[in-house]
């Protein structure tokens, strides 16, 4: 039986072979696992509560589980969310139980993509983890706050694992190759630092995908005379041909929210990065125009009405020329929304007008707005009074438009910035223009 399980680990991938089995042997996470930090006192002191490991893949989620695992003294259980269901876990709960019972010791389950249960799924184990029947620990490159229940998450405590530093990608490229048992340290290998660089680089913090190269690159080099394997910097990049860009959904929201506050922000050297970013990690060019027209209206407005022109141009461009060449269109598009004076009067008068046109019992059309294209009309006394204003100087007259509940209400505030500084001023001279009117109306009246 020790055999064929030796057999098994000699096919496994490299990968899985340098899994670390210690914390010793653990890279990156120090903001968790460093000397004195809770999670490391924690697992060595076997007071682990449940927990929640989330980040990126590759970053060590599942091997600390399997380190816990193989220190604690407590029962340990592996599940998975995507092929396990509630009636298994309820039989370990109840072998778990049966167990404490005898021996008064709680157990651990360990469950990978632990965001993909259900709500009743997660409901079925909070009791246990409430009793402290269970330590239940999470693995999962999901926002767990955006992708499970919150009874589960209030219930843990979470660890956020970050993508591992290319330094720490080298040290565990460095140990597969110098290990002799799990490893290659038994091979003649020779592999140049520029090589070790490129994979370190574009395995992007990822430390499987990084020993995938390594091993990809040694099992198909073959041996010089002398039975070296040299890896050059062209094998490694053959082995690793495309930087790893994480693109789950919270780290495209990430992206996306960064590349919009860029926009408003007023960078466009930020801006065109979290574009360029998101674009390499496989995102729809489309979304990102998108959001570049609603910021052409939310972070612009009438401080720069041409925006809009420029956000909705680089759309069209995209549709009738298509990638790669549309970049260039998108990044002027881009360029311009982000040089561009700003202003956030749009946003605020239509949530103001919106807010008002739902919540406002009461808004008649007055008497003298009303339409008066039908017969009889005129008879109802539809459009009585009402002043055309082209037959007024500066074609503008002052006359009630809103409702009568509803008079006085400004919802448009142009502010001082680029194009919305004239109209601020036309604004200013037609409301004089009013109250001088109005005034000689009055004297007209007392006359």
Known sequence: MDLLFQNQKGLAPLADRMRPRSLEEFYGQNHLLGEGKLLRRAIIADRLSSSIFYGPPGSGKTTLAQ????????????????????????????????????????????????????????????????QGIIRFIGSTTENPMIAMTPAMVSRCRLFRFESLRKTEIIQV???????????????CIQIDDDAVGHIADMAGGDARAALNAVELAVLTTNPDVNGLIHITLEIAEESIQKKRVRCDDEEFYQMLSAFCKSLRGSDSDAALFWCGRMLYAGVDPRIIVRRMIIHSSEDIGM????????????????????????????????????????????????????????????AEVPLHLRDTHYKGAAQLGEGAGYQYPHDYPSHYVVQQYMPDTLIGKRYYQPTNQGSEARIAKAKHNRQEMGMKNAGHQEEDLNG
């Open 67 to 130: 380190i816990i695992a193989n220190s604690t003294k407590m029962a340990f259980y592996q599940v998975n969310a995507v092929s396990s269901g509630v009636n298994e876990v309820r039989q370990i709960i109840a072998e778990v139980e049966k167990n404490q019972r005898l021996y008064g010791k709680a157990a651990y389950i360990l469950m990978d993509e632990c965001h993909r249960w259900s709500k009743a799924q997660s409901d079925s184990i909070l009791p246990a983890i409430e």
């Open 173 to 187: 490229i460095n140990q597969a190759l110098s290990d002799t048992q799990r490893g290659y340290g038994n091979l």
């Open 303 to 362: 401080a720069n009405p041409l925006a809009m022109q420029q956000a909705v141009s680089a759309l069209h461009a995209l549709q009738e020329v298509g990638m790669p060449e549309a970049r260039l269109n998108i990044a002027q598009a881009i360029i311009y929304l982000c040089e561009s004076p700003k202003s956030d009067s749009v946003i605020k008068a239509v949530d103001y007008a919106f807010f008002d046109a739902e919540h406002v019992e009461q």
